[in-house]
Antibody, heavy 119, light 107 residues
Framework: EVHLLESGGKLMKPGGSLRLSCAAS????????MSWVRQAPGKGLEWVSG????????YYRDSVKGRFTISRDNNKNILYLQMNSLRVEDTAIYYC????????????WGQGTLVTVSS | DIQMTQSPSSLSASVGDTVTITCRAS??????VNWYQQKPGKAPKLLIS???TLQNGVPSRFSGSGYGTDFTLTISSLQPEDFATYFC?????????FGQGTKVDIK
C-alpha cells in the first residue's frame, strides 16, 4: 500500500527558511514523478512544484521560482521542498503527491503538513 | 497559464439526486482533465483521470466526460459519503492548474 507522510511544517516569520519532507513507502519510489500541492486555509488547491523520478527534471510555479527547491533522495525514499524567503502568502497545508507512470492525476496523497508564515 | 473555471461553486442536493459539475478550460486541453474529491480535513482523492477513466475502487456512480475546453463530472444517485468538495485539474501543460472547487452539501 502506498503511504506518503509529510513533516516539517511549522510557524515561521516572513523571510525565513523551512524544509518539508515527505517519506514514501509501498511503491518503487525512484520511478515515479512526485509533486507538492498546497492549499491555503479555506481555499482551493494550487500546484507548487514537481520532480521527475530520477530527480533530473524539476518544475515550479512562477510565484515560488527562485525561492523553493524540490529534491528527492531515492536511496531514502524521501521527497523534499526547501522553502526560502517565505512570504505570508505561502501559508498553506502542503501535500506531497505521487504521479502515475503515464499521464493522469496524482493517485496518492499524503495527509499534509501546515506551514504558517506570520509576523 | 491555463485557467480552469468550475461551476457551480456550491450546490445543495439530496441523497439519490444526480448532480453535474462543470469545468471549462481557458484553452483546448484535449482530455487532460482529472477530478478529485476532498472531504474536510482530508487530502484530495483522485476519482477520474483523462476526462473519463474511473480510478480503481471509485464507485461507478461517478462518471466524467468532455474534450477540448468543456468537461463534466456527474454523480448519479448521490450517497451520504459523496458530500464533499470536488476539484477539476488540467495537466495538459505546465503549470498544472485546478478549478476553484465545488462544494456539494446536503439539502
Amino acid at each position: 500500500e502506498v503511504h506518503l507522510l509529510e513533516s516539517g511544517g511549522k510557524l515561521m516569520k516572513p523571510g525565513g527558511s523551512l524544509r518539508l519532507s515527505c517519506a514514501a513507502s509501498g511503491f518503487n519510489f525512484n520511478i515515479f514523478a512526485m509533486s507538492w500541492v498546497r492549499q491555503a486555509p479555506g481555499k482551493g488547491l494550487e500546484w507548487v512544484s514537481g520532480i521527475s523520478g530520477s530527480g533530473t527534471g524539476t518544475y515550479y510555479r512562477d510565484s515560488v521560482k527562485g525561492r523553493f527547491t524540490i529534491s528527492r533522495d531515492n536511496n531514502k525514499n524521501i521527497l523534499y521542498l526547501q522553502m526560502n524567503s517565505l512570504r505570508v502568502e505561502d501559508t498553506a497545508i502542503y501535500y506531497c503527491a505521487k504521479d502515475p507512470l503515464e499521464g493522469g492525476g496524482a493517485d496518492s496523497w499524503g495527509q499534509g503538513t501546515l506551514v504558517t508564515v506570520s509576523s | 497559464d491555463i485557467q480552469m473555471t468550475q461551476s457551480p461553486s456550491s450546490l445543495s442536493a439530496s441523497v439519490g439526486d444526480t448532480v453535474t459539475i462543470t469545468c471549462r478550460a481557458s484553452q483546448s486541453i484535449s482530455s487532460y482533465v482529472n477530478w478529485y474529491q476532498q472531504k474536510p480535513g482530508k487530502a484530495p482523492k483522485l476519482l477520474i483521470s483523462a476526462s473519463s477513466t474511473l480510478q480503481n475502487g471509485v464507485p461507478s456512480r461517478f462518471s466524467g466526460s468532455g474534450y477540448g475546453t468543456d468537461f463534466t463530472l456527474t454523480i448519479s444517485s448521490l450517497q451520504p459519503e459523496d458530500f464533499a468538495t470536488y476539484f477539476c485539474q488540467q495537466r495538459y501543460t505546465a503549470p498544472e492548474s485546478f478549478g476553484q472547487g465545488t462544494k456539494v452539501d446536503i439539502k
